[in-house]
């Protein structure tokens, strides 16, 4: 209760924003288990997609404000940049070392998990007239 006066809000609040969290966890970690399931040849689980997902995400951006953070006041607005390129490339090595493949691999898995994850949006969109995001075109408006 404390942790949740000290926020200012709910402790229902709270609990609703945590279990919201892991439902888009679940869900973000499904095109990554597609993708390594095709590019490992079967050897992916769902596990190892959720964790490669959970920890590129928390090393992407750790990795983007650290650089950003550090060089920005040396180098200036490109250190944006500079972090965004190495951030992806911790991104990669996340994948590498979770679906114990080549560079190549995990560029591919990457590739392949975007591709998987707008065709399954463009499945739902068509299905049930929903997008994820929201704002991604519909069937209707193509």
């Known amino acids: 209760m404390a942790v949740a006066s000290i926020l200012g809000v709910a402790l229902p609040d709270l609990v609703v924003l945590l279990v919201a969290l892991i ?3 679940i869900i973000a970690s ?8 095709i590019v490992t040849r079967g050897r992916a689980s ?3 997609a959720m964790g490669a ?6 090393v992407y951006v750790f990795v983007v404000f650290a650089v950003t953070f ?21 991104f990669l090595a996340v994948y590498r070392s979770v ?13 392949v998990a975007v591709i998987v994850a707008i065709v399954l949006g463009a499945i739902l969109s068509s299905l049930f ?6 704002n991604l075109p519909t069937g209707a408006m193509i």
């Open 23 to 25: 439902i888009l966890w």
């Open 99 to 111: 679906f114990d493949t080549s560079w190549f691999g995990a560029f591919a898995i990457a590739v």
């Open 70 to 90: 550090f060089l920005g006041s040396l180098i200036g607005a490109s250190a944006s940049i500079w972090g965004i390129v190495l951030g992806f490339i911790a």
């Open 129 to 134: 007239g929903i997008a994820v995001p929201p």
């Open 30 to 37: 499904i095109p990554a288990y597609i993708a390594g399931k």
């Open 46 to 48: 769902f596990g190892a």
């Open 53 to 58: 997902t959970l920890g590129g995400v928390i």
